[in-house]
């Protein structure tokens, strides 16, 4: 089977990208002896600012049913010191998966400027611009959320490379389309879709909120439905235009393979990395089934087949 994909020009050996902030820089993996990166398409880095964060107050980690509430806060050494130390580690250590660099500001004119310091890194494919982060207290989901805000982010960064740039969209909005259309217009050659929900946990000691931020990111299989139908509306209005890297709870072949009849082209694997560091090898086995069993040879027919056999219409916020 044939589970080659292209986003935004660049060709994948397999649709699935790990997820930014969930494979860190890719390094930890390199440990496992049984860890399978042939089964992997590309990496998204995780998410990097102009300056090094220390992130939030802990506990930043919260398991919920199903899931997962995360509130790290972007906590990374900066765009220089990966520019200058952790990119010449992974091209000297053989990795030629494509690298997404993970972008995230405070300011657009930050933005512009990680894009432009990423953008002298020979082993940089694409730019994942981060407007969606949800447990950042200032840009993050403030540009996510309103079309014109995230419009001047992407164009900002379209006008700072020549990079592919692929706009990370929140599913915190109901305006999600609006926004993505906005991205597109400004210059996004391909979307990614869902970052994480909003959530909270109370501690019933102190009955106050667990988290230091009090709120944090939801992931993992609860949120995977959700990720289906906001793929499903997106790949509706634009898939016509550009490739979407559909992702959220994506633990297995199934799950993957939902995306990818919802329109993604490829498909984010996160917080299902916590638990299987496997799992990128046997999803590409499921997937591989799951076309067989559809009578296809390429994943690319496959892409948004479930609009060609619905009769559905768009509800929902």
């Known amino acids: 089977m044939n589970l080659n994909t292209t986003i935004a020009g660049i060709n994948l050996q397999t649709p699935l990208v790990m997820a930014s902030g969930t494979f860190g820089f890719g390094e930890d993996f390199a440990r496992f002896d049984d860890f399978d990166d042939s089964a992997v398409g590309a990496i998204s880095l995780k998410g990097t600012t102009l300056e090094p964060r220390l992130g939030n107050p802990p506990p ?47 300011t657009v004119e930050e933005y512009a400027e990680v894009a432009r310091r990423f953008s002298t890194a020979p082993n940089i494919a694409a730019l994942e611009v981060n407007i969606s982060c949800p447990n950042v207290r200032h840009g993050g989901l403030a540009f996510g959320a309103d079309p014109a805000e995230a419009a001047r982010v992407v164009r900002a960064v379209r006008q700072a490379t020549d990079l592919p740039v692929i706009t990370k969209l929140s599913p915190n909005t109901g305006r999600l389309v609006e926004v993505a259309e906005a991205c597109v217009d400004a210059g996004s050659d391909a979307l990614s879709l869902i970052n994480t929900l909003v ?16 709120t944090g990111g939801l992931s993992g299989p609860a949120i995977r439905p959700v990720a289906v139908a906001q793929v499903f509306r997106v790949y509706a209005a634009l898939g016509h235009r550009l490739p979407i890297i559909g992702m959220g709870g994506v633990s297995d072949a199934d799950g993957a393979f939902e995306i990818i009849l919802a329109g993604g082209a490829a498909v984010g694997v996160g917080t299902a990395l916590f638990f299987n560091h496997r799992a990128p090898r046997e999803i590409a086995d499921g997937l591989e089934r799951h076309l067989a069993d559809a009578g296809l040879s390429r994943l690319s027919d496959a892409v948004g087949a479930a609009h060609r056999q619905s009769r559905i219409g768009g509800g929902g916020p």
């Open 60 to 106: 930043r980690i919260a398991e919920t049913p199903a899931g997962v509430l995360n509130a790290i806060g972007l906590q990374n050494p900066g765009v220089d010191a990966v520019v200058r130390h952790v990119l010449p580690r992974l091209e000297a250590g053989g990795l030629t998966t494509p690298l997404f660099a993970n972008i995230a500001g405070e």
């Open 199 to 214: 959530g909270m946990v109370i501690d019933l000691r102190s009955r106050r909120p667990l988290l230091g931020n009090q």
